[in-house]
């Protein structure tokens, strides 16, 4: 099968110390969330949470120590993940900075850039959203029409984005821009550029959206002539869909791509021995979950190699999605609204809502399994 | 075993499968024909004995070795009965009994033996204690999907007994069949998505269309699932002994058993009429993942074992039992 290899990993020597660190510190801060708060997981938003996250060396733990990163492996950061989706932590405000805008500007920025935002999202002062989705583009995001036209000592930008998730309780975000038209209609993949956008520039409105669960988890932004100073274009002019390609590839690798709705199943479990089909149910469901595992290790494993495992890491998401997304209505079946414990029901409503994102957010599945045919071959 | 070494076993195995097996020694092997020549090929390599150590002649390589030959085997539908030898060879090592050289039928419980009726030896196992008899078994009948020459051990004297962990049998059976059909899988993908490329409908391929692509899509998923599932448990075998590796064995029976029924589905699907017929191969492939799910315990069965011991461990740790298993 074409190239897709997956190589088993060990988690570092470290995880173990690691781990008991990360649960005595979130059995302590976790102890008030609410169902609804670990329905989001990584979609919450605690900015107190995050600092005290930050505080404690977790977040740009693999950057650079000259950016206040701490230096350590990949893999010892796929294990601080994992500890906090396991218990659905509300990780957003620092985890779209840790996990790409971040290693994006380090990868990409200027000196200039890197000590000016780094150390601030390391400090869990800085978060960002994400600035791809506009209203006519969603998956044919090439398509986009937001602009930014260069101006003396910088760029206005014009347009919208929408959903963008966390928008008006975050700091900054990347957008990717037009900069310069097509040169031709099939060439739209040219001409787009990435910024350090701050979301609180004038002529830059967030208005927030309200979801089916009913909350204000995602926004729609309008930008009416906001200028953008030269210093905050990332990387190459022209160069941003090859950019947020391999931006992509870190957005899709993590092990969130499966676990959004573990905690379910952990908080479900006590209750499930009164029922006699939960057995196999809860095998099969495990079964999985250990086999999403490895593979999601084996993704982080190429990316500690230095790696851009983006092929890879399409499949694994689009597996863990179908998994985390049928993980709350297959328990549904095992419920018994007399039995089972009301916050655990109420776990149940708010992911099965939520579940419908898990396979939208971050590359529909249609596009997922569109990506991982061409890797087959198939024309 | 190295990984280079590993690899050039791989290399030589692939090959020898390449060279000598392929739809007709299937077909022969249902029609009760036994490969003789591919058989003393694979003696020759001393595969039979390899997972015994090398005081009892063998190759002493581990069960991480013997998943990766194993899928091997699977992508050529093993038209032999040499992971079950191998098994059986194995189990009687590990009971301090010297494995013979030639087949070694291998009879788990009542489960019938492959290719009984050619067996110089059998290593039955009943409960914890395995027994080497001579063989062969008794002339029985054939495997359901498969059609392979499968017979019964039948009572007999026991040449030597020894004594075996919980479930020796069952597990090393599940790990073998878990292995084959990962190894299966990704041959049937391979020629799904070729025919997908040649076969033309109004105009054009049919890997073309969008509906067939998300279908292979998906068939992809679970071939990659099965392959570090079946990997995921030899590395744990490999480590811990087959009764240490419970959980990762049976995850992967589960995770294989399903993956076999969805890709089976998938690449009849896409190959449509054609892959009904008999001549075509691909229910060579296809009739064995079917056969292998089911023997050594269905998914449903291993589901229930790891199910109903997380449910007796409860909520409190299932997130640190499962993170833990490798991190002790
Ligand atoms: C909860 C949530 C949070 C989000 N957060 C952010 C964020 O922070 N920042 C951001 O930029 N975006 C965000 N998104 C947007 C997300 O990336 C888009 O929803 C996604 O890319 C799909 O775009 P769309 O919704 O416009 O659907 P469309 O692209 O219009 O697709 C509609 C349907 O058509 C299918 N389809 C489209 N094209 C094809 C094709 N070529 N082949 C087959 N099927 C196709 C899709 O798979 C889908 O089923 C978020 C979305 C959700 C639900």
Redesign the pocket.
Do not use: C, P, Y
């Given at each position: 099968m074409g190239a897709l290899r997956f190589d088993l990993r060990d988690t570092p020597p470290e995880a173990p110390a690691l781990r008991a660190e990360l649960r005595a510190f979130l059995a302590d801060h976790g102890r008030n969330w609410s169902p609804t708060v670990r329905g989001y997981s990584w979609?919450g938003f605690d900015r107190d949470f995050s600092r005290e996250v930050a505080k404690r060396g977790w977040v740009g733990m693999t950057w650079p120590r000259t950016y206040g990163g701490g230096e350590r492996t990949a893999l010892e950061r796929y294990v601080v993940l994992e500890e906090m989706l396991a218990v659905g932590a509300p990780v957003g405000a620092h985890w779209i900075g840790d996990r790409q805008s971040g290693p994006l500007i380090l990868r990409l920025g200027t000196e200039e850039q890197r000590r000016d935002f780094l150390p601030r999202i390391v400090n869990g002062d800085l978060a960002f959203?994400?600035?791809?989705?506009e209203p006519d583009s969603?998956?044919?995001?090439a398509s986009l029409r937001t602009r930014a036209t260069k101006v003396p000592g910088g760029w206005r930008i014009d347009g919208r984005?929408v959903?963008?998730?966390n928008a008006h309780r975050c700091d900054f975000m990347i957008a990717l821009l037009r900069t310069s038209p097509p040169p031709d209609p099939r060439a739209k993949h040219q001409g787009l550029s990435q910024f350090l956008v701050d979301l609180r520039s004038s002529g830059l409105t967030i208005r927030p959206i309200l979801?089916l669960v009913g909350e204000e988890?995602?926004n729609e932004i309008t930008f009416d002539n906001v200028f953008v100073p030269d210093s905050l274009l990332v990387g190459k002019e022209g160069n941003g869909w090859e950019q947020a390609t391999a931006e992509l590839a870190f957005e899709r690798a993590g092990p969130e791509r499966y676990l959004s709705s573990l905690p379910l199943l952990t908080a479900a479990l006590d209750d499930l021995r009164a029922e006699p089909a939960a057995a196999e149910t809860v095998g099969r469901l495990l079964a999985r979950a250990g086999t999403l595992r490895q593979m999601s290790l084996a993704v982080a494993g190429m990316l500690q190699d230095g790696q851009t495992p983006a092929r890879e890491a399409a499949l694994v998401k689009d597996a863990g999605n179908d998994y985390e997304q049928a993980l709350p209505e297959t328990l549904r079946n095992l419920f018994d609204p007399d039995r089972t414990p009301a916050e655990v029901q109420e776990m149940q409503r708010v992911m099965t809502m939520v579940a419908r994102?898990y396979s939208?957010?971050?590359?529909?599945?249609?596009?997922l399994r569109?990506i991982i045919a061409r890797q087959l071959g198939l024309r | 075993m190295s990984d280079e070494l590993r690899t050039i076993l791989l290399e030589q195995v692939d090959r020898l499968l390449a060279d000598n097996a392929g739809p007709d020694l299937l077909r022969a092997n249902e029609r009760g024909i036994w490969p003789e020549r591919l058989w003393a090929e694979a003696e020759a390599l001393g595969l039979p004995l390899a997972l015994a150590p090398e005081a009892m002649g063998g190759a002493g390589l581990g069960w991480d070795d013997a998943v990766a030959l194993w899928q091997v085997l699977g992508r050529h539908a093993a038209p032999l009965p040499l992971g079950e030898s191998m098994v059986a060879a194995a189990l009687l090592a590990e009971a301090g009994i010297a494995p013979p050289s030639g087949l070694i039928g291998l009879a788990v419980g009542s489960a019938p033996v492959a290719w009984g009726r050619r067996a110089g030896h059998l290593a039955v196992l009943q409960g914890r204690e395995v027994a080497l008899r001579a063989g062969p078994a008794g002339q029985e009948g054939r495997a359901g999907y498969a059609r392979d020459p499968a017979d019964a051990a039948g009572p007999g004297a026991a040449l030597a007994t020894g004594a075996l962990p919980a479930d020796a049998g069952l597990l090393a059976g599940a790990l073998l069949n878990a292995a084959r059909i990962a190894g299966a899988l990704e041959a049937v993908l391979d020629m799904t998505v070729e025919y997908a490329n040649t076969r033309k409908q109004f105009g054009r391929a049919i890997g073309g269309f969008?509906a067939v692509q998300q279908l292979l899509a998906r068939c992809a998923g679970e071939v990659a699932s099965a392959g570090v599932a079946a990997a995921t448990a030899g590395r744990a075998a490999a480590r811990r002994g087959l009764a240490g590796a419970e959980f990762e064995i049976a995850s992967a029976k589960v995770v294989c058993g399903e993956a076999a029924g969805t890709g089976a589905e998938i690449v009849h699907q896409v190959h449509a009429a054609i892959g009904f017929t008999d001549e075509h191969a691909l229910h060579l492939f296809t009739r064995r993942m079917w056969e292998w799910r089911d023997g050594f315990g269905a998914e449903r069965v291993w589901a229930r074992r790891i199910g109903a011991a997380a449910l007796a461990r409860g909520g409190d740790v299932l997130w640190a039992d499962l993170t833990g298993r490798d991190e002790r």
């Open positions: 979609m959203a994400i600035g791809l989705s969603g998956s044919d995001l984005k959903w963008t998730t979801d988890g995602f994102s939208l957010r971050g590359g529909t599945r249609e596009i569109g | 969008q």
